[in-house]
């Protein structure tokens, strides 16, 4: 089903004309108890939005002090993609293999019991490995993919370049940037009837389809549907930087 990656619905009746069930409640359908579309934007559950069972940790920044007061720690900044971290967690550092434990969680308000998604916070861990931003920490026995190919969804944004097969772009994910070539168009999707189309081969503003591109080095990601952080990305115009479409992996 193409409506696989929602999590959530909820279905208002609404007329923008008239203002029903928009900010107030329509008089006209006394049929209808639910909140107006107002209230449930400003009160609407989305923690079911982030993956608590799958450790990432995509590392942001290495926090290195070189200070007198300072001068052995060794911190991993960044935000919790996905799961739960705890002091004590075996982890492993991908893509090295490096394995080590949680020694102990930082953040603004002082050290944490645990971390999960979408805190942001500081991680440091029992063993000194080399580790770079755009490396990811993981835990368990359900590591991410990590693969030079993908196949994506994505939506192009550039209203002044069209995209076609073997074009070259930079592709950020998480908070690692790569160098990526889209290798072919596997098709299009026509928004009104939601048909596959196949022999189009080029992407013009808004439109959405499915598209295998290769990366310069290998991305570590989950599928969109199992999680949103680490199934995602951009593509950027590398003469222009010009955010030119967003992906969700599948």
Known sequence: SRLDNIVDMVSIPISALHGDNVVDKSEKMPWYE??????????????SDHNHVDARFPVQWVIRPHSDEYHDFRGYAGRVAGGVFKPGDDI?????????????IESLEGPREQAFAPLS?????EDEIDISRGDMIVKGNNPPKKDQVIEAMICWFSEEKQLQPRSKYHLR???????????????????????????EKSFSLNE????????S???????????RQTGSFILIDSQTNETVAAGMIV
Do not use: W
């Not at 492993?92 to 102990?104: C, E, L, T, W, Y």
């Open 121 to 125: 916070c500081t991680m440091t861990l």
């Open 92 to 104: 492993v550092v991908q893509p090295s293999g490096f394995q080590s434990k949680v020694k102990a």
């Open 34 to 47: 639910g909140p107006t579309m107002l209230y449930h934007l400003e009160s609407v559950y989305i923690g």
């Open 217 to 227: 080095a290998p991305l570590l990601y989950d599928s969109y549907r199992r999680n």
């Open 208 to 215: 959405i389809g499915r598209v295998s591109i290769r990366t």
């Open 173 to 199: 994910h998480t908070t690692k940037e790569v160098k990526a070539i889209v290798e072919d168009v596997r098709y299009k999707v026509n928004i009104n009837t939601l048909h596959k189309i196949e022999d």
